[in-house]
């Protein structure tokens, strides 16, 4: 059985950081590229991140600069360290697995940037 599980949401200042991980388990976590995702209320689900599992990252505009995607395949997991976080970074973070065949996503887990 295929579970992603995301951790490390919270209430964070403006300013703040914050550092997700997404553990995954029942799959070859070094075969499937591994991704960040975010929905705000009343918004579609847009990419953040992606980490390919040759190595290749990716960044959304919103995040460069910000937020650095990792990966530990060892451990089999992702991390998504955010920094400088704004009120507009409120939203569910969702990781997703994903390879030729198969996506997998995880529930997701909360991130409110306020004061």
């Known amino acids: 059985q295929v579970q992603l599980v995301e951790s490390g949401g919270g209430l964070v200042q403006p300013g703040g950081s914050l550092r997700l991980s997404c553990a995954a388990s029942?799959?070859?976590?070094?075969?499937?590229?591994m991704g960040w995702y975010r929905q705000a209320p009343g918004k579609q689900r847009e990419l953040v991140a992606t980490?390919?599992?040759?190595?290749?990252?990716t960044y959304a505009d919103s995040a460069k600069g910000r937020f650095t995607i990792s990966r530990d395949n060892a451990k089999n997991t992702m991390y998504l360290q955010m920094n400088s976080l704004k009120p507009e970074d409120t939203a569910v973070y969702y990781c997703?697995?994903?390879?030729?065949?198969?996506?997998?996503w995880g529930q997701g887990t909360q991130v409110t940037v306020s004061s």
């Open positions: 980490f390919t599992n040759g190595g290749r990252t």
């Open positions: 029942g799959i070859i976590f070094s075969a499937y590229a």
């Open positions: 997703e697995a994903s390879s030729q065949f198969y996506d997998y």
